[in-house]
């Protein structure tokens, strides 16, 4: 009888860790900051440095939703703006940082 007990609360335990989802990583606008830098000051003013070609990105930050940097990045919706080629996790690193020039001017 102990046994059967043992292993129902095993299998209980083991079950309930699979159906657990397994969480992403969190975005990391430190990365973000970095593509930031590498990819966008050719068009974007990015923390003082870059063009005035196209909207500063903390302008573009405050104006847009997650939802509308995340689709910006993801696939650009007109002729100026280049294919970035992120991945999901590279995307959600640049709106990571782009939401946090929300606060600045």
């Not at 995340?70 to 995307?91: C, E, F, K, W």
Request: aromatic share 2%; with cysteine.
């Amino acid at each position: 009888m102990r046994n059967r007990v043992l292993f129902a609360a095993i299998a209980l335990g083991l079950g309930l860790a699979a159906a657990r989802p397994v969480s992403a990583a969190e975005p990391d606008p430190a990365h973000g900051r970095v593509l930031a830098q590498r990819l966008c000051v050719s068009c974007h003013v990015v923390e003082g440095a870059g063009t005035d070609a196209a909207p500063t990105l903390a302008a573009l930050a405050r104006e847009k939703s997650d939802a509308s940097l995340r689709l910006a990045t993801a696939s650009p919706h007109h002729a100026y703006m280049p294919p970035l080629d992120l991945s999901q996790p590279d995307i959600g690193d640049l709106v990571a940082y782009l939401r946090t020039l929300r606060r600045h001017p």
